[in-house]
């Protein structure tokens, strides 16, 4: 990989725009190795974190091994406990984990992603589910973006979010979101969802439902497939071939909690799926018959490491060295730029950063 730098637009850059990188830590592959943190992370949970289902004890060990990574990367770290229901009206206790990496700006950007797994069920014994895309994948991701940017001042503050309790009704992010303070809301520039980025026929990215009714929210999505075309990504969006699911706009999974905050939210959500089979609704993941109905979401037997490394080898080290590529550029845009007055100025500030510090790879 070679990079081009233009000497005029990194003097332009240096004066108009706050960036969080300098050209000579750029050139020095600041963020190289793309994805193998994220694998790493992705194992551990896998093998020895599996059945870590929403409120059990494997939960609760799971959220202090991902407090600990956080807490050792110098965040400021914390559990949110709260006490919820499953899907058979059973109570149970949970917690998120937030790491805050505070900024200059008093404006936040949001990264989460769920780390339970699906609870057992009176046909299906999960007590041993890995989990491996279903979500070990994307905690694994936001594990190490919040590595890569604890060594690197950032203009916002970078709030990773690990929530519990997803899989009974998405009930972490609901709590935290609901406990968000006005304030939090008006000062949060976007909220990014990761949920299952390993497993599928394509790589997606989605804006929230509430772009569906503003399209000027959609921007965060629209510059993460403009980040994947010019690193040569196949990455893709909801063609909205089914009209329950508006073009462009994505599902089920966490970021819901977010899209009915006022003021709106910008959101991004990231997953691997295939949209154009099955339901047409994200939910069957590949054509490949190996995979009997097309998905592996919640299974013990298609769901873990061994089976994905043997039918797909060399897939999750490629979806993780993607998404990692496209999120951290994507980051690095997001907190290097003027903090504009609106939404829409915001998007179009970032898009004017992102042509100018761009690595170009010949």
């Known amino acids: 990989m070679s990079i081009t730098i233009n000497p005029l637009k990194w003097a332009l850059l240096t004066v108009t725009v706050p960036f969080i990188f300098t050209p000579t830590e750029v050139l020095a592959g600041t963020f190289g190795n793309y994805g193998v943190r994220a694998t790493e992370i992705l194992t551990e949970l896998s093998l020895n974190h599996a059945g870590r289902s929403s409120g059990s004890a494997k939960e609760q060990v799971t959220a202090d091994y991902l407090q600990g990574l956080f807490q050792g990367y110098g965040y400021s770290v914390n559990q949110q406990p709260f006490d919820t229901t499953d899907r058979q009206g059973n109570q149970i206790s949970s917690q998120n984990v937030v790491a805050v990496k505070p900024g200059t700006s008093g404006k936040q950007i949001i990264i989460g992603a769920h780390y339970d797994t699906a609870p057992s069920s009176a046909t299906i014994d999960r007590s041993a589910l890995q989990g491996t895309n279903d979500n070990s994948s994307s905690v694994g991701l936001i594990v190490e973006l919040a590595e890569r940017f604890s060594m690197i001042p950032t203009q916002h503050t970078l709030t990773f979010l690990a929530f519990g309790a997803e899989e009974v009704g998405l009930k972490g992010s609901s709590y935290y979101a609901n406990n968000m303070s006005s304030n939090e809301i008006e000062n949060t520039i976007a909220m990014l969802n990761f949920d299952s980025i390993v497993f599928g026929d394509y790589m997606y990215f989605h804006a929230g439902l509430n772009a569906a009714d503003d399209p000027a929210l959609g921007w965060v999505r629209d510059q993460a497939l403009d980040i994947a075309a010019d690193l040569g990504i196949d990455a893709r969006t909801n063609p909205g071939l089914n009209e329950e699911y508006p073009a462009g706009t994505g599902c089920c999974s966490d970021q819901e909690s977010f899209e009915t905050l006022v003021p709106s ?98």
Do not use: C
């Open 265 to 362: 939210i910008p959101i991004l959500v990231a997953e691997a799926t295939n949209w154009e089979i099955g339901d047409l609704d994200g939910y069957t993941q590949t054509s490949n018959p190996i995979v009997p109905g097309g998905a592996t979401w919640h299974n013990p037997q298609y769901d873990n490491l061994t089976f994905i490394n043997t039918y797909f080898p060399g897939l999750i080290e490629e979806r993780t060295s993607n998404y990692s590529q496209i999120v951290t550029t994507l980051l690095s845009d997001l907190t290097s730029v003027p903090e504009p007055s609106s939404i829409l100025g915001l998007g179009v500030a970032v898009g004017v950063a992102s042509l100018m510090i761009r690595q170009k790879r010949l």
